[in-house]
């Protein structure tokens, strides 16, 4: 015990400005690796391997050779069958800090002038399908790419419109039970497939559209919009949350305020309206 008590003393007398941002960095790493499973089985698991680990401890503390012989046999075999059971979830937590890009700010995607009709088009649509009860489920992209989804459905390259994306929709139509994907002032792409998510504590009222819309939330930076065909509500999930009951307002601020976030665009726009106003001084 003496021992133990003078290591840690002379641990802490080592103790520097280093030492504290690197055990700061693994806590910041252990918080948002949590945050982002502590919605998934991998969780439960999580809890499991903490649990284990404990015993581990204990056992070794207790000089129990033939548990610990086990345990470390059992841990140093799960790391490599976790790896393979929990693909999905390491796979999402490495998309979602690969995101958080430093230059995202500084990006654009090239014409956000252009993309504001296109809004103005796609709100009038859903606000339309929402009155008429009409089922939807459309995928605003945004900086990430996912070119894999788009391939699963029927590829279009059309300019967005109203009429158009309620005829997606309608009933009759062979592509309304995919999703539309919408990047810029284009629609992409009709019938596309989205991966579902596996979170639990969903409520069992929400129906596939809804699940995809968080699965695809889940995968991606997109903004993923959905209509009920029971109730006409319209949901927006994003980063794996589900927003519900959103209303016109609601809607327009999240498509235009968060669509300028995710690609840079407000920055930009600040930039080409001051450049606008010196030519302006300039020609006068």
């Known amino acids: 015990m003496a021992k133990i008590w003078e290591s840690l003393v002379n641990g802490l007398m080592r103790f520097d400005l280093i030492d504290a941002l690197d055990i700061a960095l693994v806590a910041v790493l252990i918080y948002y690796t949590l945050k982002l499973v502590s919605k998934t089985r991998a969780f439960q698991v999580l809890r499991g391997i903490g649990l284990v680990l404990v015993i581990t401890l204990l056992a070794k503390v207790l000089r129990l050779q033939a548990v610990s012989w086990i345990l470390n046999y059992i841990i140093s075999v799960g790391a490599v069958a976790l790896v393979i059971l929990f693909q999905p979830e390491l796979r999402r937590v490495l998309e979602h800090f690969g995101r958080r890009n430093l230059l995202e700010p500084l990006s654009s995607r090239a014409a956000n002038d252009t993309d504001r009709p296109a809004m103005e088009q796609l709100i009038r649509a859903i606000l339309s399908m929402a009155k008429k009860r009409m089922g939807a489920l459309i995928v605003v992209q945004r900086v990430v790419a996912f070119d894999e989804v788009i391939e699963t459905g029927t590829v279009l390259n059309a300019e967005v419109s109203a009429p158009l994306i309620e005829t997606l929709f309608f009933e009759g139509s062979a592509l309304h039970d995919g999703a539309v994907v919408i990047q810029g002032d284009m629609v992409r792409a009709a019938g596309c497939f989205l991966p579902l998510t596996d979170r639990q504590d969903l409520e069992r009222t929400l129906g596939t559209r809804h699940r995809a819309a968080v699965g695809m939330s889940e ?9 009920s065909e029971e109730t006409g509500s319209i949901s927006a999930a994003e980063d794996g949350a589900l927003r519900r009951n959103l209303d ?17 665009a407000g920055t930009m726009n600040n930039i080409r309206q001051r450049l606008r106003g010196l030519r302006k001084r300039k020609d006068g």
């Open 248 to 264: 016109a307002a609601s809607l327009r601020k999240l498509l235009f305020n968060e669509t300028e976030k995710g690609d840079g």
């Open 219 to 227: 995968v991606s930076d997109a903004l993923i919009i959905v209509v």
